[in-house]
């Protein structure tokens, strides 16, 4: 199984919206990734999770808040987003170390904040 | 800091071969990526060189050469399906596990 899944696929919120995007795959990677995507660019990396710790926030705004319950699942909690927050937010995973260059993405989540 | 450069947009025919370039400036350098993206889909890891000289995947090829900084992506036999983004990428030299990705290059296949 190469497979990360993502739900849901698309999603629509209110600014004062509270909502959840997941993540799961069941390669046995311990590093998981949250980007954030916006069209024509490349995708922009948001956190990190190495065996389920959190060890790079790239400086991301308090409304995004993530979380990695188990070495399969990882969330990514939302709440009093911005319609500038509007974008693909990819979930991706791989084996820690020097293994970190073969990332595999997910589908994603297209985001639109109203 | 680090950065790469690589060609906004491409265009070739079908049949063809397309190379699309990549130069990378890094304090600290661990290997060269290459991810695929269609338009409204996902990135997909293409391939990666850690060493000098070519990787050959089917119709796709990966060149390093860390002397010159420098790499490129070779694709063969173009198909109408190989039109997509292709991104290069390097590991943050803080071997945080970050890829730091080129701006995209935008292939386009024409019949």
């Known amino acids: 199984d190469t497979e990360v899944t993502q739900t849901p696929k698309h999603l629509v919120m209110g600014m004062t919206n509270k909502k959840s995007l997941k993540c799961e795959q069941h390669?046995?990677?311990?590093?998981m990734y949250w980007y954030k995507q916006k069209a024509k660019k490349p995708p922009e990396l948001m956190f990190v999770?190495?065996?389920?710790?959190?060890?790079i926030n790239e400086s991301v705004p308090s409304r995004f808040s993530p979380e990695c319950p188990n070495s399969s699942l990882l969330n990514l909690h939302l709440h009093a987003l911005q319609p500038e927050d509007s974008a693909l937010y990819l979930c991706?995973?791989?084996?820690?170390?020097?293994?970190?260059?073969?990332?595999?993405f997910g589908p994603g989540t297209r985001l639109l904040v109203l | 800091g680090q950065s790469l450069e690589q060609p906004s947009e491409v265009t070739a025919v079908e049949g063809a071969i397309v190379q699309i370039n990549c130069t990378y400036q890094?304090?600290?350098?661990?290997?060269l990526s290459w991810y695929q993206q269609h338009d409204g889909g996902a990135p997909t890891f293409l391939s990666y060189?850690?060493?000098?000289g070519l990787e050959e995947t089917g119709r796709f090829s990966s060149f390093l050469s860390r002397s010159d900084s420098y790499g490129y992506l070779l694709l063969q036999e173009l198909q109408m399906k190989d039109s997509a983004s292709y991104f290069c990428?390097?590991?943050?030299?803080?071997?945080?596990?970050?890829?730091?990705f080129g701006q995209g290059t935008t292939l386009q296949v024409k019949p």
């Open positions: 991706a995973s791989s084996k820690p170390g020097q293994s970190q260059e073969t990332q595999y």
């Open positions: 390669m046995g990677h311990r590093a």
């Open positions: 999770y190495s065996y389920e710790k959190l060890s």
């Open positions: 890094t304090s600290g350098f661990y290997g």
């Open positions: 060189n850690a060493l000098d």
């Open positions: 990428a390097v590991k943050d030299s803080g071997n945080t596990g970050k890829l730091i």
